[in-house]
């Protein structure tokens, strides 16, 4: 059974940090390509970073130079470290794996930015 669970998010001021993880089971970690999602209230759901098996790294415009991804395959974790955080990065944020034509999915965390 394949399992991501996501852990970290929470309630942060302007300008804050959080780090959220993603434990994975179930699968052969280091075969997958991961990504970090977010989903806004009445927005689509949306790729914030990617981290390939041979750790190149892409990120979506509007995080470049604030978010930072980054996998451990001994963990079976990927992480996803936010700076500068503002409320429009306010959203649920979702682990995936993706490997070819498999992809699973966390349950999402919930990260919201709130003064």
């Known amino acids: 059974q394949v399992q991501l669970v996501e852990s970290g998010g929470g309630l942060v001021q302007p300008g804050g940090s959080l780090r959220l993880s993603c434990a994975a089971s179930?699968?052969?970690?280091?075969?997958?390509?991961m990504n970090w999602y977010r989903q806004a209230p009445g927005k689509q759901r949306e790729l914030v970073a990617a981290?390939?098996?041979?750790?190149?790294?892409t990120y979506a415009d509007s995080v470049k130079g604030r978010f930072t991804i980054s996998r451990d395959n001994a963990k079976n974790s990927v992480y996803l470290q936010m700076n500068s955080l503002k409320p429009e990065d306010t959203a649920v944020y979702y682990c995936?794996?993706?490997?070819?034509?498999?992809?699973?999915w966390g349950q999402g965390t919930q990260v919201t930015v709130s003064s």
């Open positions: 995936n794996a993706h490997w070819y034509f498999r992809d699973y």
């Open positions: 179930g699968i052969i970690f280091r075969m997958y390509a």
């Open positions: 981290i390939t098996i041979g750790d190149n790294t």
